[in-house]
């Protein structure tokens, strides 16, 4: 079966300053979907990537999907106290099945 | 726009009392349903999925069932709670073709005494 392990676990951050999570997976992954969870709330839809080597952004988020489609990466620039919160990766096995997550990245911003 | 209901938003029952929760999207047809659960330390889980009315797929086999008795309406249901059913139950919809992003419902807080 699929895994996707995300690094790194947590990440405190000073507020202006970049920051970048991984996800890799153990297979080739056939679309890759990020997600923001706030504490106790359901997930945020961020972005999907399908293709190798493509590239997405929206607002100061951007996410990227490796030629070989066996890693993702997410980026924030400049980061915001907004921007705190779980990020997690999903990808999907496949047809109409549910998705399989990473467990999450920590995101904390330090003022 | 497509929106997606769960409920109860928090829920605290003893061992061995049945469940009931539900889930119901709109703005849309025939989408596809998850139920997943976030248990701490274990990310998230795929417990069942619907591609149609009275079409249930399991991943896990355990305590819970799952029911669609219309297009839009899933629920998730126990007969004899466990300690272990404890955790953050999430209703997820997408459409209903592949590779499709799932939007979420903003969650049920299970705790079981």
């Known amino acids: 079966s699929q895994e996707l392990e995300q690094s790194p676990q947590s990440l405190i951050v000073q507020e202006g300053k970049n920051l970048t999570i991984n996800c890799t997976s153990s297979?080739?992954?056939?679309?890759l979907y990020w997600y923001k969870q706030k504490y106790g709330e359901g997930l945020i839809f961020l972005m999907m990537?399908?293709?190798?080597?493509e590239e997405k952004s929206h607002e100061k988020i951007t996410a990227k999907l490796d030629e070989k489609k066996q890693q993702s990466s997410l980026h924030i620039t400049a980061s915001q106290p907004s921007h705190a919160g779980i990020y997690l990766c999903?990808?999907?096995?496949?047809?109409?099945?549910?998705?399989?997550f990473g467990k999450g990245t920590h995101l904390i911003i330090q003022p | 726009s497509q929106t997606i209901h769960q409920w109860p938003a928090t829920l605290v029952q003893p061992v061995g009392s049945p469940l009931s929760l539900e889930c119901t999207v709109e703005?849309?047809?025939?989408?596809?349903l998850y139920w997943y659960r976030q248990a701490a330390g274990r990310g998230l889980q795929l417990l069942f999925y619907?591609?149609?009315?009275?079409?249930i797929s399991s991943e896990v086999p355990q305590n819970l069932s799952a029911s669609r008795p219309q297009d839009r309406q899933f629920i998730l249901s126990s007969k004899k709670l466990l300690l272990s059913d404890s955790g953050f139950y999430l209703c997820?919809?997408?459409?209903?073709?592949?590779?499709?992003?799932?939007?979420f419902g903003d969650g049920t807080r299970l705790s079981i005494l």
């Open positions: 997820a919809w997408s459409q209903g073709t592949s590779n499709q992003p799932q939007h």
């Open positions: 297979k080739t992954l056939y679309g």
């Open positions: 999903g990808a999907p096995p496949g047809g109409a099945d549910g998705l399989t």
């Open positions: 990537l399908q293709k190798g080597g």
């Open positions: 619907s591609v149609g009315i009275g079409q």
């Open positions: 703005g849309t047809s025939n989408p596809n």
